[in-house]
């Protein structure tokens, strides 16, 4: 065979390194895109005068965009033939990354689980996204639903990893080259409030919300060289469960970081990612909303900058000002994303 049917669950085996097609160079272009796919405004990102300010050298990428290229390079032998993507763990965006920077990722299968139907598998990897140079900009673990091929076949040795609930905010503290905020402008910025402004159990709702057209997530999808099948081909999403192609979690993660600018204009930075689910899936036609909550502080020895733990959930075609969360042990119908992550907020 010359094409890649993608694998199931029985070609997986504990321990293996993958290391992923193809390079991914990262341009302004690709900016460009992201934003009017999102619509993100948070001032660091968006303007090279306000970062070279702060002593950047110019605007970095948005985390999610750096995330999304290096998770994309990853679904071809991770998740082409996935039925969902379970949640992540254990994310740490090492430094920033600036346009012109070529983006590779590798990752290890850290964990195999049967499902009792033997129909699919539960794959966990760690992935490590690195530039040219070797050097680690972002790892995180995540764990995905995978089709069996053959639901007789024999599967080898079976583990669950242990994963940190959080990441320990000392880790993350050197992600950011050490800021002048004495030059961060808070009206350029979009809102007043810094990292002293924000007490632990505080509930934010974004108040705004998107509604995601079929073009969009297909042209995000695209964008970020993603290529599972439950994305992109609905004639064969015609036979699954829902009937129609899912829309790439990613995109609803994206969705929600840039709705939260309202509220959390300077939690400019990701820092880390402790946990996350997708909790339902979303179609083209809904409405995306989101609210947040500060699950924690943590000062890191900077005098620049803390970090924020944050909760971000996002809801489909339900407003946010009643907080829709956990019911019992499930969720209000609506959920679709809960996103655990650490954030950096100026001083």
Request: with cysteine; glycine share 10%; aromatic share 8%.
């Amino acid at each position: 065979m010359k094409t890649n049917p993608g694998r199931f669950f029985e070609d997986y085996r504990l321990g293996e390194t993958i290391r992923h097609a193809t390079p991914r160079t990262v341009t302004t272009g690709d900016v460009a895109l992201y934003t009017a796919l999102y619509g993100p405004r948070f001032a660091v990102q968006s303007s090279d005068a306000f970062a070279r300010a702060l002593g950047l050298p110019r605007s970095p990428l948005d985390d999610l965009l750096t995330f999304h290229v290096v998770f994309g390079k990853t679904v071809p032998d991770i998740s082409l033939n996935a039925v969902a993507n379970l949640g992540y763990a254990e994310g740490g965006f090492r430094r920033p990354v600036y346009p012109g920077e070529t983006l590779s990722t590798v990752s290890e299968v850290i964990g195999l689980k049967e499902s009792s139907n033997r129909q699919t598998g539960v794959v966990y990897v760690r992935s490590v996204g690195s530039d040219e140079k070797g050097e680690t900009v972002l790892s995180y673990c995540r764990w995905v639903l995978v089709r069996k091929r053959d639901p007789e076949a024999v599967i080898g040795e079976e583990h669950v990893p242990s994963l940190a609930r959080v990441v320990d905010p000392r880790d993350l503290a050197g992600a950011l080259p050490r800021l002048d905020v004495s030059a961060y402008d808070l009206d350029l910025a979009g809102s007043p409030h810094r990292f002293g402004d924000y007490a632990r159990g505080e509930r934010i709702d974004h108040v705004d919300g998107m509604t995601v057209e079929e073009a969009e997530h297909q042209i995000a999808t695209r964008l970020f060289q993603n290529t599972a099948k439950v994305h992109f081909d609905n004639h064969a999403a015609k036979d699954t469960r829902f009937g129609r192609r899912l829309i790439y979690g990613g995109h609803v993660i994206s969705l929600a970081r840039a709705l939260s600018f309202n509220g959390l204009a300077n939690a400019f930075a990701l820092a880390g990612i402790n946990a996350g689910r997708h909790v339902a899936p979303l179609f083209s036609g809904d409405t995306v909303y989101a609210w947040s909550e500060v699950l924690d502080t943590a000062d890191i020895g900077r005098d620049d900058v803390g970090l924020l733990r944050l909760r971000t959930v996002a809801t489909k075609n339900q407003p946010c000002g009643a907080h829709p969360d956990k019911q019992g042990e499930g969720y209000d119908p609506a959920v679709i994303l809960d996103l655990d992550y650490w954030a950096f907020m100026p001083k």
